[in-house]
């Protein structure tokens, strides 16, 4: 059951804690911080917590504290046993380092008041263990276990089968997990509350559960995620959402009066966020991509004579400490950063976060912006800069949202069979099971609630080897399955399974080669995801045709004078939020509903809190759509055709994000391509897609499409011989033990697991087109990456006649096209370019609107 918390007064709280810990907490604070309030109580008493908190707000001391307590307590009575009593779990290993920093100090100065009182206490002990950790040093921890642990969620599933270790850990009285939104969306998530249960049957005692958050929704959906049920019925958690307590000044602003005139738009742009970084003491700037990273640290440099520094995943981890120390001690003006700065590692104080481009979710957004002004007490203030009026028309509806904290809720993967199968290998290496004991373990975990006994059955009959054409494959059983029991098979489980835990892929970068063999360069696996036979795109300033895929090489032709149909930068996009996609939708109708009747512009000022200009920049956008096409909204489904010889653009305006729309495109385009016998080239982006083809479509044929009926089906034929099918099977392969990535010490190249993924996956399509891996593999694409839940939900809108679709002919792309159809038009490799596409687009709309010929 979820209980909503409540805040604690101060004495209540120190009352509680050890006289030693209570005084080292009045030397040090005034007061007791809102989320320590609602947590430390509770967690005294045993119950499970989850705080939701900005950063900043003293989350750490509200987890550790009553632990801290419990422990001084058994130290001073000489009770402290060689055992872990606190297990911590954080997704970042950078932050582990940070909080063993964090608790060695408040120890030390509870050590030297203990001393000042002539009382001996025994010495409490923290250590960290990943993935890094030194093997002397493992062994140091077999011998003496820390009392505290510090770990990531994949060495959690490492030493729970490790038989020495494990006995240290059946009196765990906390398990804190930290940023547990950061896994809570992902499979690392699903695989920590597998891990989660199997720690809790080690427990000879209570082991409380506390969760710590920065800003997310649904708050009581991630505390069944962090608690679980016991036999069918929800585990108790106390819930505290204090985010509300740190204030927020997000405001929208734009470099540029005009978005389609002559001006410099890079030079305007930097000058802005120049100007922005001067006027602060510390600025932290967000870029959804890598590449842009650099590129924005490059031209800051040339404005502004102080240290700034990039910081984002492919630097080397020596490299973003450094970068980290550096912006902690105060050494920096500015650092630019992809999302690798987004969780909480200390980064020490910042005054003002500058969003460059949507961050396409109101939680990200908070979380972002919640980096600057480090003390609760201070404000957050945060700057998102657009430079295009969809972002700002996005940007607009999202900080207000933020501003009101109107969240948009998460999505937590449901029954990952890959993951699965990877935690009964685990399983099974600690013991011998009987299924319904297994099964009954299994569904505790929030993610496998609903998981059917014939999933588990079907997973089972895997993993030993029942499919026995498998092993032409060299695909082995990993364990013995009788129909009743379980267990290992063979002394080489336990290394086999140490060297291949976790659920994060490897990715590497692919090379892109010409027929003849000639390497022209490379992308990144999401790009290749991508592709579809015919795609052509733009590498090293040429544009090349894709033909097919042999193991991690993508074979192309050289094709000139052809328009580029995938923009090279998608792959690093992020996706806009469904939620987030319907409240833009609903700002549409709202904007038509008031051109109509008053000032738009005064309105948009008063309620969206931007100034004249950009009011001034989304009324023209609105006015010059409405004139020349329709207004697409949440009640109103816009298809445009812009037909002409040889050549049909056919835009759906179906604001849903990216994954969403994804769906849709692949489906449609399959249709019209079995309909019309012809090639039908996809572009997307979050505010719709288009298609484009030789052949017309009439206005039934393109009613047709909407049909919900056979969709998934659809969907799942759409995606033979796609790069996103290979992919994203040889990740689940990998993480179902199918492929060893690395076997008794032998590393396989992604290379050669790709190689083994495709034979394995053309093998199980002609003969096992049930077996778990190749579920998973569907049910990843159709509900983690393309959003097939929210597409049949909204079919069925149309269906119904709550959505109405308006079919429009149009003689040039309308406003709100200019950016789909310059994602199919060209690979817009400079801003440059597309500025004069754009421009010339606009030129030719305001004069039919001018010249009324409409």
Excluded at 5 to 29: A, C, M, N, Q
Excluded at 810 to 826: A, C
Aim: aromatic share 8%.
């Amino acid at each position: 059951m979820i209980i909503e918390g409540k805040p604690y007064r101060d004495e209540e709280i120190l009352t509680l804690l050890h006289p030693l810990v209570r005084e080292w907490f009045k030397s040090k604070f005034s007061t007791f911080t809102p989320p320590q309030r609602y947590a430390i109580v509770e967690a005294f008493k045993g119950r499970n917590v989850l705080v939701s908190s900005p950063t900043g707000s003293g989350k750490t001391l509200a987890a550790f504290l009553s632990a801290i307590s419990m422990l001084v307590d058994k130290a001073e009575k000489n009770e402290l046993e060689d055992k872990v009593y606190i297990v911590y779990v954080s997704p970042l290993r950078a932050l582990n380092n940070d909080i063993k920093r964090n608790l060695e100090e408040p120890l030390k100065e509870i050590y030297e008041i203990a001393k000042s009182k002539g009382l001996k206490l025994q010495e409490i002990r923290i250590s960290v263990r990943t993935g890094d950790t030194e093997s002397s040093e493992r062994q140091k921890q077999l011998k003496k276990p820390p009392h505290i642990l510090i770990t990531t969620p994949e060495t959690l599933a490492i030493v729970l089968c490790s038989p020495k270790f494990s006995k240290a850990l059946t009196n765990v009285n906390y398990l804190i997990v930290d940023e547990i939104h950061a896994v809570a969306e992902n499979k690392r998530g699903v695989h920590l509350a597998l891990s989660i249960e199997r720690l809790q049957r080690l427990q000879k005692g209570k082991m409380v559960r506390i969760g710590l958050s920065a800003t997310i929704h649904p708050i009581d959906e991630v505390a069944r995620f962090l608690v679980g049920y016991e036999n069918g019925f929800e585990r108790d958690c106390v819930v505290a959402d204090v985010t509300f307590e740190k204030k927020m000044e997000i405001k929208v602003v734009s470099p540029l009066e005009d978005f389609f005139s002559f001006e410099d738009v890079s030079e305007k742009l930097y000058n802005k966020i120049a100007e922005l970084v001067k006027r602060s003491r510390t600025a932290l700037i967000f870029t959804n991509t890598r590449s842009a990273t650099e590129r924005v640290v490059y031209h800051l440099k040339k404005r502004i004579k102080e240290p700034i520094k990039a910081h984002h995943s492919s630097l080397s981890r020596e490299v973003r400490l450094e970068v980290e120390k550096e912006l902690k001690e105060g050494k920096l003006k500015c650092v630019v950063s992809s999302t690798s700065l987004e969780l909480g590692i200390d980064i020490g104080y910042i005054d003002l976060v500058i969003l460059i481009g949507s961050p396409k979710s109101i939680s990200r957004a908070l979380q972002r912006v919640g980096r600057s002004g480090h003390k609760l007490h201070e404000v957050s203030v945060g700057r998102i800069v657009v430079l295009d009026p969809d972002d700002l028309v996005e940007c607009i509806v999202l900080a207000r949202e933020a501003r009101m904290r109107k969240l948009d809720r998460i999505r937590i993967p449901k029954k990952c069979l890959d993951v699965l199968c990877q935690h009964i290998v685990g399983m099974a290496i600690e013991k011998k099971w009987k299924v319904d004991e297994a099964l009954s373990l299994i569904r505790n975990a929030y993610p496998y609630k609903d998981l059917s006994k014939e999933d588990l059955i079907s997973v089972l009959q895997y993993l030993s080897g029942n499919y026995s054409k498998l092993e032409t494959k060299k695909v082995y059983a990993k364990i013995w399955f009788d129909g009743e029991e379980f267990g290992k098979r063979g002394k080489l489980l336990r290394p086999i399974y140490y060297l291949n835990v976790g659920t994060i892929p490897d990715e590497v970068a692919i090379n892109v080669v010409t027929k003849e063999g000639k390497i022209v360069g490379k992308v990144e696996e999401d790009f290749a995801e991508r592709l579809v036979y015919g795609d052509i795109f733009v590498l090293a300033g040429k544009t090349f045709r894709y033909l097919k895929s042999r193991g991690m090489n993508l074979v192309v032709e050289e094709v000139e004078g052809e328009k580029p149909t995938v923009p090279s930068w998608y792959s690093e996009q992020l996706p806009l939020n469904y939620d987030l996609a319907l409240r833009i939708q609903e700002f549409r109708r709202k904007m038509e509903e008031i051109m109509e009747k008053e000032d738009a512009i005064d309105w948009l000022m008063k309620e969206f809190e931007i100034d004249e200009k950009a009011a001034k920049a989304i009324y023209n956008y609105f006015l010059e759509q409405k004139l020349f096409s329709k207004i697409p909204t949440d009640k109103k489904l816009l298809v445009e055709k812009f037909e002409k010889e040889n050549e049909n653009h056919y835009f759906f305006h179906t604001l849903l994000g990216r994954k969403a729309n994804n769906a849709l495109a692949r489906v449609f385009a399959y249709r019209v391509g079995i309909a019309k016998d012809c090639n039908v080239q996809i572009a997307l982006n979050d505010n719709g897609f288009s298609l484009t083809l030789q052949k017309k479509l009439n206005d039934r044929e393109i009613m047709e499409l909407f049909s919900s009926k056979n969709f998934r089906e659809d969907l799942e034929r759409s995606l033979e011989k796609t790069e996103i099918l290979r992919r994203r099977f040889r990740h689940v392969a990998v993480r179902s033990l199918m492929i060893l990535k690395n076997y008794l010490g032998r590393e396989k190249s992604v290379w050669n697991q790709q190689v083994a993924a495709d034979t394995i996956l053309n093998f199980l399509k002609k003969y096992y087109p049930n077996l778990p891996a190749l579920k998973e593999t569907y049910r990843e694409i159709f509900e983690d990456s393309m959003d097939l839940e929210n597409v049949l939900e909204y079919l069925s809108k149309i269906e119904k006649g709550e959505v109405e679709v308006k079919i429009v002919r149009v003689p040039y792309p309308s406003p709100f096209s200019f950016n789909l159809y310059l994602v199919g038009e060209e690979d817009v490799v400079l801003m440059e370019d597309r500025r004069k596409v754009l421009r010339e687009l606009h030129e030719r709309v305001m004069s039919m609107i001018s010249s009324k010929k409409l």
